[in-house]
């Protein structure tokens, strides 16, 4: 055959076979849910994008080199594609490093892993098989760049990337910061960037780790002995116990709209009555503590009474972490523990750190139904996902502590017309128009929430907690807040604003009232602790029982903003609590804030280094007592060999 003057460099080609395999396999064999035609066009470009920035390192190479180069990567490339795709049809999850090194889920894959692998697969083998047969017939695929074409071709990799990275920013921002689901990074940068996303993580988040040696923990144990861990008894201790808990943290909602109206119609009208209750003890002055990792983060401060990150999600970056979680606690005291979410399972990372906090299930999206009629937006609507949820619920072992978590009043707060109970707000926020209906919707489905828990017989034997999980309007939508609130959006009214609904219902109590004082998410757990009575002596939290008299006397935000009972804090200025005024002083030494300020700065500082340095494996929280780092070692070894049994 005659060779023509110009033949496609094997790179190139490379590129697209390997490109247009990729696309098709995320497109048709990961069930990676596309919402738009950016999402779709991001999805096709990647692919080509992450090729190229492998193959076209060839460049620089010799050309029998380039061709050995291209071999190997393109059949590397194919294998760690294939991996994935073998792992996702048993775990609808894509690989991480961690989990390579989870002895179990290995294991668990290891048993099944014939049922995985399919015949036609082979066809995945293709595009390798054409650059083995064109690198082995002669070199003449290989490119003999100048220096400059090299260094163009180089360029070409970086613009690519660059491009890749900033239409997923657009599409997702804050894609790396958030540290969101693996979905949504797969989908936006592609498996291959995803893996090294995955692999500088871990490395991080290890180093951080082993640098620790457990002497960090002293300080931190006898601060939180001091200061926050408190056993005091109330009247209220054990007021609940053996009781079931049926935790509901409600998605987005927010303190603004309890007894509001909206074109004469109330908007949250369930709750409005329900923190009324005699049977219900309400806290008016509750607030969200969290940061990036949103529900999740919530999840987390109400687990563990501690903190989230400033930057990214915990149950992302530190979901192999030792903790003492409130469903360790509550299995040890013979409860079974469960959580209800009808998205998909790797959101948030849930699936992984449930299982690291112990708890025995995990209800996720495939538990549930969903069709035409039933979904929209995030999916499942919440009336479906509560009843659906019953013959589960009844089925459970009793006592249990089960965690709900609605999803309708979720940004954007869309909702078909025909589901809305009251009309939309009148601003120019299309954001918070919407979130008015949804907050209804959602209100009704929590009323029949109590209804099928009557008539499945859960209701008389349980507490049910509804709790917001963080706030669903932002800074963004002031003006629009401002004409709804009636009043100028500044600091004070920012922290204010991030008040989100906290009520206890325990059937029968008929002690209900509404307590005033300053509450936050991280006095959860050490509160439902206390009315189930539970006595954990050894346990270090950063959050009081709410009905204690001794507390710590301030709710720290994430972002080292804080309330007092007679301040807030909110950029720089400390504000009278009663008034809203900025106190003004003649010194920053002088505010009445900065005794607390440093109080609060000091406290996030050491929730931060419990988590980098997992610090909480050398706590023993049975006994009391610090470990060495031999200790843990020692420990962790025994761990893996069993697990690896
Ligand atoms: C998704 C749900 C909502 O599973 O928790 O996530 P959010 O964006 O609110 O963290
Ligand atoms: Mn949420």
Redesign the pocket.
């Known amino acids: 055959m005659q060779a023509s003057k110009f033949k496609l460099p094997l790179f190139i080609i490379a590129t697209v076979l390997f490109g247009l395999k990729t696309y098709i396999v995320y497109k048709y064999m990961f069930n990676l849910s596309i919402e738009n035609t950016m999402q779709e066009l991001i999805l096709f470009l990647n692919p080509f994008v992450s090729a190229y920035l492998v193959f076209a390192i060839s460049v620089w190479l010799k050309p029998r080199r380039q061709m050995k180069y291209l071999r190997w990567t393109i059949l590397i490339g194919t294998m760690i594609l294939y991996l994935n795709l073998v792992f996702y049809r048993n775990f609808t999850d894509f690989i991480t490093i961690p989990v390579l090194f989870q002895g179990n889920n290995a294991a668990d894959l290891g048993s099944s892993i014939l049922s995985l692998v399919h015949l036609p697969d082979l066809l995945l083998f293709m595009d390798v098989a054409v650059v083995w047969f064109l690198s082995k017939r002669a070199a003449s695929w290989a490119v003999d760049f100048s220096k400059a074409g090299k260094i163009a071709a180089t360029a070409v990799t970086f613009l690519l990337l660059t491009a890749n990275v900033v239409l997923a920013e657009m599409e997702r921002p804050m894609l790396f910061v958030r540290a969101f689901d693996r979905e949504y990074l797969v989908k936006n940068i592609g498996i291959f960037n995803y893996h090294v996303y995955d692999a500088t993580m871990t490395t991080k988040t290890k180093a951080q780790r082993v640098l620790a040696d457990g002497s960090e923990v002293q300080e931190i144990e006898t601060y939180m002995r001091e200061n926050t861990t408190n056993n005091e008894k109330t009247d209220l201790f054990g007021v609940a116990e053996d009781r079931n808990v049926i935790f509901v943290s409600v998605?987005s909602m927010q303190n603004f709209v309890l007894d509001e109206e909206v074109n004469g119609k109330e908007i949250t009208p369930f709750m409005n009555d329900l923190k009324e209750s005699s049977d219900t003890i309400f806290f008016p002055n509750f607030y969200h503590q969290t940061a990036q990792g949103?529900?999740?983060d919530s999840e987390f401060i109400v687990e563990n009474s501690m903190y989230p990150l400033p930057r990214g999600a915990v149950y992302f970056t530190h979901a192999a972490n030792e903790y003492n979680s409130l469903p360790e606690i509550l299995n040890e005291e013979d409860y079974y523990t469960s959580v209800y979410?009808a998205?998909n399972k790797s959101?948030?990372n849930r699936d992984t750190m449930y299982a690291n906090l112990g708890y025995d299930k995990f209800f996720d999206e495939q538990s549930f139904e969903e069709n035409e009629e039933n979904s929209f937006g995030w999916g499942l609507e919440d009336k479906a996902f509560f009843e659906q949820s019953i013959k589960y619920l009844k089925e459970q072992e009793q006592p249990f502590y089960s965690k709900f978590?609605t999803?309708t009043h979720?940004f954007p707060f869309e909702l078909p017309e025909e589901k809305a109970h009251i009309d939309k707000y009148n601003s120019n926020s299309k954001t918070l128009n919407n979130y008015m209906p949804t907050a209804r919707y959602t209100d009704e489905s929590l009323k029949g929430f109590f209804q099928q828990l009557k008539d499945a017989g859960l209701y008389e034997d349980s507490i049910i907690v509804l709790m917001g999980?963080h706030y669903g309007i932002s800074d963004f939508h002031n003006k629009a807040m401002s004409q709804f609130l009636g009043t100028e959006i500044d600091g004070y009214q920012h922290i204010q604003n991030q008040r989100v609904p906290f009520m206890i219902h325990i059937p029968g109590y008929e002690g209900g009232k509404q307590y005033d004082k300053i509450a936050g998410q991280v006095d959860v757990k050490p509160t439902l602790m206390h009315l189930l009575g539970i006595e954990e002596e050894n346990d270090l939290s950063f959050g009081t029982n709410l009905f204690a008299d001794e507390r710590k006397g301030f709710i720290a935000m994430r972002d080292g903003s804080f309330v007092t009972d007679e301040y807030i804090y909110k950029g720089e200025v400390c504000y009278d609590r009663e008034t809203g005024e900025p106190i003004e002083t003649a010194s920053e030494q002088e505010s009445p804030c900065l005794p607390f300020k440093e109080k609060v700065d000091k406290e996030l500082a050491y929730s931060d280094s419990l988590i980098y340095g997992d610090l909480l494996r050398f706590y023993d929280f049975d006994e009391g007592e610090r470990q060495t780092k031999e200790e843990v070692e020692e420990k962790e070894k025994k761990k893996e060999q069993q697990n690896n049994q």
């Open positions: 998605e949103k529900t999740s979410h998205n959101f948030w978590i999803l979720h999980d």
